[in-house]
């Protein structure tokens, strides 16, 4: 079973940044994905940004493109988020899946974190 667990939120300015972490409690393999999703109060859970285990391969949403990096290292996971704006304000989620394409889509991902919050003010 995997466990993923978030850390890294917090609160800043617009025009800050922060970065978050993920630390998945067993190996996710090469076949693999994980990623960052997010949820505002009232809104649907949306996808930031996901990363193949194997290729490293990434894919972002419009909304986060220049100004957020996801990254791995073994398996940990990690998204820099930069240029931080107040309609970024959520509770972020980290995701996992063992083996599939990566979709930025919630349907996708198996493993779910409890989430970190992170909030933007103007």
């Known amino acids: 079973q995997v466990q993923p667990v978030e850390s890294g939120g917090g609160s800043v300015q617009a025009g800050g940044s922060l970065r978050l972490s993920c630390a998945a409690s067993?190996?996710?393999?090469?076949?693999?994905?994980m990623a960052w999703f997010r949820q505002a109060p009232g809104e649907e859970r949306e996808g930031v940004a996901t990363i193949h285990r194997g290729l490293g391969r990434t894919v972002y949403a419009d909304s986060v493109k220049g100004r957020f990096t996801i990254s791995q290292d073994n398996n940990m996971l990690y998204l820099q988020m930069n240029s931080l704006k107040p309609e970024d304000t959520a509770m972020y989620y980290c995701?996992?899946?063992?083996?599939?394409?990566?979709?930025?889509?919630?349907?996708?991902?198996?493993?779910w974190g409890q989430g970190t919050q992170v909030t933007v003010s103007s």
């Open positions: 067993t190996y996710i393999g090469e076949s693999g994905c």
């Open positions: 995701a996992a899946r063992r083996i599939g394409v990566c979709y930025l889509r919630e349907i996708a991902y198996d493993y």
